[in-house]
Structure formats: structure tokens, C-alpha cells
């Protein structure tokens, strides 16, 4: 929360009055007059702080976005026994997010401000550091770059298809198997270092995802060379067998 955000100030009264209004009677009940009304203050405070409506819809994402982080950072473990499973958490906690708050979400997913895109990019670091933890453990099947939009592509999608079904049609039988689909798609039922024949696509990716905290071996021209070969093995053949 920044000091223009303080709880008491009239920037974070108008964002939480717009917030209520979205998510219980949709975008077209965020008006300025309606806003301004449940904020308790005038229409042309609206425009003196946001510039418009568009603009307090980014200011209403970002605020989505700071609500959606605190959550995602109170499940990070960074060194979880189990990384699989920590995925699947990770997974059901965005899809859950999708499902309970559509209004934010839509929003969310539509925001290009500069706050929200601060935002967006933490988010992304705590999925690639969950990534980089699986290819470290040997448990990636394909690169670390390809995980990271599966699983960014089927969790949209779990919420996208679950509000576009009818009330009567869904069910959480249908998210579980997407997860689970992604899960398989992108991890091996047990961490290896692959065998001969698989090549050494796997044991690159994890010595790939282990570099960072390898800064005091290797100089930065050496570590940038390592990575470009790495990336290549990596690649080599493409996922590997099960």
C-alpha cells in the first residue's frame, strides 16, 4: 500500500466504494456518480485523481492485483518438500481467485496501467520461481519458458470456460482434470536425470534453473555462455519420455 493509499485517504475510499459496486452489479454499475456517491465525496474528486473512469478501473485492478499477491505470497514456500504439489496449490489458488471474483478478474486481465503491470510481473516471478524449482529438482518435462504458459494458458482457461458454462453444467470434475492435464503435460511422475537414450535435456534444464545462485562460481560473460548451451541441450529433442 502506498502513502497516497492509506486507508483513511479519498483515493482508497473512491478504489474500495468502486470495487463493491463492480463485483456486485458488474462494470456498468462503476459509474462516476455511483462511485463517488458510495465513496461519500463528489464526482470531480473522480476526475482529479484518476482522470477518468478508465482510469479508476486500472486503479481498481491494480488494487485486485495487490490483493491477489498477498494471497499467492502467504503459500510460498521457497523450498517446498514437495514441488508438484505446491504447483497444484499454486494453480487452484489463481483458478479460485478467477471463480469467486469474475468482475475483478475481467478487469485484471484487461489492465494495462503501469501499477498493474508491476504487479502482473511479481506474479509471473513467483510462477517462474515455482518453475525454476521444478527443473532444479529434475522434475520438468519440457522448458522452463513452455511451463509457464501452460500453466498460465490452462489456468485462464479453467476460469474463462467455468463462467462461460451454464450455471447447471459446471463442475469442479472439469478443474481438477485441467490441472491434473497440466501437471502431466509438464512434469515427470518422478524427478530423473534422464537416461542415455532421453539425452540430457532434463539434467540442462536443472542445471540451467540452478545458475542464479551460482553467481560467485562463474563470472557473467561465463554464466551468460553456460545458459546459451544449456538452452540448447535443453531443447535438444524436445520433452523427454515419462
Not at 96 to 107: K, L, Q, T, W, Y
Not at 131 to 136: S, W
Not at 155 to 167: D, I, K, L, M, Q
Not at 168 to 187: D, G, H, K, N, Q
Amino acid at each position: 500500500m502506498t502513502t497516497r493509499d492509506t486507508p483513511d485517504s479519498p483515493r482508497r475510499r473512491i478504489v474500495e466504494a468502486a470495487v463493491e459496486l463492480l463485483e456486485t452489479g458488474g462494470p456498468d454499475a462503476v459509474s462516476t456518480r455511483a462511485v463517488a456517491s458510495a465513496a461519500g465525496m463528489q464526482p470531480p474528486a473522480i476526475y482529479r485523481l484518476f482522470g477518468d473512469k478508465e482510469g479508476l478501473l486500472e486503479a481498481v485492478a491494480e488494487h485486485g492485483y495487490a490483493q491477489f499477491l498477498e494471497t499467492k505470497r502467504a503459500l510460498l514456500d521457497p523450498a517446498p518438500q514437495d514441488p508438484v504439489e505446491d504447483l497444484r496449490r499454486a494453480w487452484d489458488t489463481v483458478v479460485e481467485f478467477g471463480i469467486s471474483r469474475p468482475e475483478m478478474f475481467a478487469v485484471m486481465t484487461r489492465a494495462t496501467g503501469r501499477g498493474a503491470d508491476q504487479a502482473h510481473r511479481a506474479g509471473l516471478e513467483m510462477l517462474y520461481g515455482r518453475v525454476r524449482r521444478l527443473a532444479a529438482g529434475g522434475w520438468l518435462r519440457v522448458d522452463e519458458e513452455l511451463a509457464a504458459q501452460i500453466i498460465q494458458a490452462t489456468g485462464r482457461g479453467a476460469v474463462t470456460t467455468w463462467h462461460s458454462a451454464p450455471a447447471e453444467r459446471r463442475t469442479p470434475a472439469l478443474l481438477t482434470a485441467l490441472r491434473e492435464a497440466t501437471v502431466a503435460a509438464i512434469t515427470r511422475a518422478e524427478p530423473t536425470v534422464p537416461a542415455t537414450e532421453n539425452g540430457p535435456a532434463a539434467a540442462a534444464r536443472a542445471l540451467r534453473a540452478a545458475l542464479p545462485d551460482k553467481a560467485d562460481v562463474l563470472s557473467a560473460a561465463e554464466q551468460h555462455l553456460l545458459r546459451e548451451w544449456l538452452t540448447r541441450l535443453a531443447a535438444d529433442g524436445g520433452a523427454p519420455n515419462a
